[in-house]
């Protein structure tokens, strides 16, 4: 099960275990219901990773934090990755959070209206923006383009859209965090076929959800940056090189 909103699923999960059936919660974890496992990429790690790199492009400024949607377990997860690593560069003075805002359903579109509120509130003076995700990300860009500042300011997400990687290619956004969905899926359906079977499945991971503390399998995310594209998401054959470098030769 992919929960939308990960706090109103338990009842669901109530229903399939009366039933007999087992449920693994898939990519999202469902929150205060008695999952027997979950399966996803290291959500946590995805934040950390973004804030690492941002950091170290970025080591001092004025930082925008754009979150997912306040609904999804993920964005949380995500944003602990980020803050507990930009933490300690807030408490030496060296960046500040200016501007840290949800985006609701993540869409673009309001992503593209909290970026032009981040903008205006600091006169325009903005060093570097981490988001959600990829989507956020191109909302975020489109504002920094409505006031001529795409490129200008290094903005990263994470999924690897292929609109994002175009525009890592182009030079609007900097870094994307790539979860190779191929693992994901193959590993979550071998999960299902074993637990199905009745086997016993060891894991040295588990989550705690409010409930109970789920047994997990957590998969590791990867940077990609304009140096790295060609040896992840297309040999990975996530996207293909043609799209990829379809507009590269844009202006």
């Known amino acids: 099960i992919v929960p939308n909103n990960y706090e109103t699923i338990s009842a669901i999960v109530k229903k399939a275990h009366q039933s007999g059936i087992k449920v693994i919660s898939y990519d999202r974890l469902v929150k205060n ?3 027997d496992f979950y399966v996803s990429f290291y959500n946590e790690m995805i934040g950390t990773l973004q804030a690492e790199y941002m950091t170290t492009l970025v080591p001092e400024g004025k930082y925008v934090y754009l979150g997912g949607a306040d609904i999804d377990y993920n964005a949380h997860l995500i944003k602990k990755g980020v803050f507990d690593v930009l ?15 949800w985006t609701e359903d993540w869409t673009p579109e309001n992503a593209y209206e909290n970026m032009n509120l981040a903008l205006e509130a600091n006169q325009f003076k903005i060093d570097a923006v981490i988001a959600g995700n990829d989507g956020t990300a191109g909302g ?10 795409d490129g200008m300011v290094p903005v990263i997400g994470q999924d690897a859209d292929l609109a994002a990687v175009q525009r890592i290619v182009k030079g609007t956004q900097t870094m994307t965090i ?5 693992r994901l899926t193959e590993t979550a359906a071998d999960l299902a076929i074993r637990l199905a079977k009745g086997e016993t499945i060891e894991t040295d991971r588990k989550i705690y959800n409010g409930k109970k503390e ?3 399998i957590l998969l590791t995310p990867i940077v990609v940056d304009r140096h790295n594209i060609d040896s992840t998401i297309i040999v990975d054959g996530f996207h293909s090189r043609e799209d990829v ?7």
């Not at 975020?140 to 500042?149: F, S």
């Not at 790539?178 to 191929?182: R, S």
């Open 178 to 182: 790539y979860k190779p969905i191929k």
């Open 87 to 101: 933490k300690p560069h807030i408490e030496a003075g060296k960046i500040t959070v200016v501007f840290d805002a």
């Open 245 to 251: 470098y379809k507009y590269a030769d844009s202006p």
């Open 214 to 216: 789920v047994p997990a």
């Open 33 to 35: 219901a008695d999952i």
């Open 140 to 149: 975020a860009i489109q504002a920094l383009e409505r006031w001529g500042m």
